[in-house]
């Protein structure tokens, strides 16, 4: 059965204090992975996809990386802002969205 | 641009009433999704209409959930007779392309269901 399983759950940071959220999946064809970012009583919002093993992909201070059984969200100097629940989802052979669990990312000032 | 809308934002009604969510997606995506986040648990796919057309419904729990899409613009979903269980919030996600394009999401619809 595919499966998406993000770790830690919760992560709190100073800020300024860099850190990686991980994201395992076992998905039969993976068609893509995908990193959203969710504040609270809001609807998911899109970072980055990512389709194939050894891609990377940046944005301000977040980062991508995927491998074949799992991606990475690298997070660089966070601010405040930054805080946030971090969701990963993979699209597999049947083309359907799996999702994690999610990280609650919290960043202290 | 607007982006994708949902109505209503909450949604409080007594087990066995029906409720009707509706979503209206970015303009020109054929690509329509629903899904669902039970609390405490993590978001699960519900099914997707390509136009007006219904490519995958194999996430719908029962009989008692009914997604339309007409015209191929906006969606409704409708819950008749809602269960304790059907609580949660309901996501609506909009693509221009398939599973694999890039799915923006509306804010959701909070139903509790007392």
């Known amino acids: 059965e595919d499966q998406v399983t993000q770790s830690p759950e919760a992560l709190r940071l100073q800020e300024g204090e860099s850190s990686s959220l991980n994201c395992s999946y076992t998905?039969?064809?993976?068609?893509?992975l995908f990193w959203y970012r969710q504040d609270p009583g809001k609807g998911p919002e899109f970072l980055f996809t990512l389709y194939s093993a050894g891609e990377e992909k940046e944005k301000e201070r977040l980062k991508a990386t995927l491998t074949k059984k799992e991606s990475f969200l690298h997070i660089t100097a966070p601010k405040p802002e930054d805080s946030a629940t971090y969701l990963c989802a993979a699209v597999g052979s049947n083309y359907q969205l799996i999702w994690g669990a999610g990280t609650k990312l919290i960043i202290k000032p | 641009e607007a982006g994708v809308t949902q109505f209503p934002s909450h949604s409080v009604i007594e087990k066995g009433q029906t409720v009707t969510l509706r979503c209206d997606p970015i303009?020109?995506?054929?690509?329509l999704y629903w899904y669902r986040r039970v609390m405490g648990k993590e978001i699960k796919f519900l099914l997707h209409f390509v136009k007006e057309s219904k490519q995958d419904e194999s996430g719908m729990p029962n009989n008692r959930f009914l997604a339309e899409r007409t015209g191929g613009t906006y969606s409704t979903l409708k819950v008749q007779p809602a269960e304790l269980e059907d609580s949660g919030v309901y996501f609506c996600a909009s693509s221009q392309a398939g599973v694999r394009d890039t799915q923006y999401f509306g804010p959701g619809t909070r139903l509790t269901v007392l």
């Open positions: 998905v039969s064809g993976l068609r893509g």
């Open positions: 303009s020109g995506h054929d690509n």
